[in-house]
Structures are given as C-alpha cells and as structure tokens.
C-alpha cells in the first residue's frame, strides 16, 4: 500500500504491516489504522525514537519508544477488558510503545507511561489504554537516555 505522510513523504507499506487500533489513539478515535516506522539500523539501541504513521491521515504520526528503554521494571497492570479484542497475548507477540513528547527545551524530554500502546504482534491489532499504576503522563528521560549514551562511549 502506497501511503502519503506528512514526515516521510510517500511511502510504501505492506498491508501484512498495518496495525489496526479499533478506537484510535487517545483523542484520535477515528485514526484506526497505522504502520511502525523506524530506522533498522537503530532499532536495538538505547533511544530509539519510531514513528507510529497514521495510514487515515498523512498529517498525523506520533513519535514512540518502547518503554524499557527508559524504565527498565516498567510493568503496567492492563484491564483484561480492554486487552481482550487484542487476541492470545504472550511475551513473544506484545508489543508495548509510549508516546514520546520532545519540548523546546530538550531536558524536558519525556515519554508517557500511563496510556502506552498495547499491539499483539501476530494479528497487529492493538489498543491505546491508560493503565491503571499510578505511572506519569510525563516520565522526563533526558538524563536517563543521556546517562545511557555516555555508558556506551558515544
């Protein structure tokens, strides 16, 4: 599928990659469908940012991380509700994302860790859920991804 973004310009995407998000993202409820974007190359190191691409609108992409890049023990208690249209999950097929907000000022760098992005990776349906921990909407990570860079020599 050939999709139009605003970030990536034309892309092409295979259906078999399209994540289906029944009711959107928080405050989005009509974008259902999406693709991951990112850079293979960066996709195991400590702070790589991805691009969930909205295929119902070009204009719309949200950055995201997987949270444990961040926050190591990060363990959310999900409903079972709301993980139920989700299908058979297991730690080989969930995938969990956070939105990512990077402010003016770097420092305040931060990710969301109480509505992350549940995906069963076998079917590519997901949910956008707050959790119920009493996780930030704004966990500030820029000393963490900074304090991670220069362990690895970078």
Partial sequence: ??????????????????????????????????????????????????WLQSMDDPDIA??????????????????EEMIAPLGKLTPENTYILVTVTVPKNIEDFSVNLKAPVVINMDNRKGVQMIVEDDYPVKYKVYDVLKAKKEKAGE
Avoid: C, W
């Avoid at 928080?26 to 400590?46: M, R, S």
């Avoid at 949200?62 to 409903?79: A, T």
């Fill in 62 to 79: 949200f950055p995201v991380m997987m949270p444990h890049i961040v926050k190591e023990d990060y363990n959310p208690n999900v409903s």
């Fill in 1 to 50: 599928m050939k999709a139009d973004s605003r970030i990536f310009g034309q892309i092409e995407i295979e259906d078999d990659k399209i994540i289906t998000l029944e009711k959107g993202m928080i405050g989005f409820p009509d974008l259902n469908h999406f693709a991951l974007i990112y850079d293979e190359e960066k996709e195991k190191k400590y702070n790589s940012i991805m």
